[in-house]
């Protein structure tokens, strides 16, 4: 399967803007629900860094191909977040926050297929990057 250039500087930046799509979620940090859910990582600064995360996804869009290693990185941040969201799902009842507030509902119910989506999607950029010697 070959991904055109094209496409995947579209991926970087879709990633990054779903990733922005935590300010509304929170509306803008102020749902205390989905910090409440799970403080440890979805904190307001977990969620800020989420944010973040977005950012950096969209400034290598047009130039992923120069950096094949932080690529890698961001498929091993997108496996820890799927993998602790899996586990959240395992020990938590989604039904319980959204009977708190829909739209941290909507966030918990989301997010971790997000992640796992856009694993499958930084590590297959990863192995092509590997297999072109990062010649686009």
């Given at each position: 399967?070959?991904?055109k250039s094209k496409t995947i500087t579209k991926g970087f930046i879709?990633?990054?803007?779903?990733?922005?799509?935590?300010?509304?979620?929170?509306?803008?940090?102020?749902?205390?629900?989905?910090?409440?859910?799970?403080?440890?990582?979805?904190?307001?600064?977990?969620?800020?860094?989420?944010?973040?995360?977005?950012?950096?996804?969209?400034?290598?869009?047009?130039?992923?191909?120069?950096?094949?290693?932080?690529?890698?990185?961001?498929?091993?941040?997108?496996?820890?977040?799927?993998?602790?969201?899996?586990?959240?799902?395992?020990?938590?009842?989604?039904?319980?926050?959204?009977?708190?507030?829909?739209?941290?509902?909507?966030?918990?119910?989301?997010?971790?297929?997000?992640?796992?989506?856009?694993?499958?999607?930084?590590?297959?950029?990863?192995?092509?990057?590997?297999?072109?010697?990062?010649?686009?």
């Amino acid at each position: 399967m070959t991904i055109k250039s094209k496409t995947i500087t579209k991926g970087f930046i879709i990633a990054g803007l779903l990733n922005m799509t935590v300010l509304v979620f929170s509306r803008f940090f102020t749902n205390s629900v989905i910090p409440e859910s799970d403080p440890d990582v979805m904190s307001n600064f977990g969620l800020l860094m989420i944010v973040i995360w977005g950012l950096a996804y969209i400034s290598i869009a047009k130039n992923y191909h120069n950096v094949k290693w932080l690529v890698g990185v961001f498929a091993v941040e997108k496996f820890i977040y799927g993998l602790i969201w899996i586990k959240w799902i395992l020990n938590n009842n989604v039904l319980d926050v959204f009977a708190k507030d829909k739209m941290a509902g909507m966030f918990y119910a989301i997010y971790g297929v997000n992640d796992w989506i856009f694993f499958i999607f930084f590590i297959l950029v990863f192995f092509r990057l590997s297999n072109t010697g990062n010649k686009e």
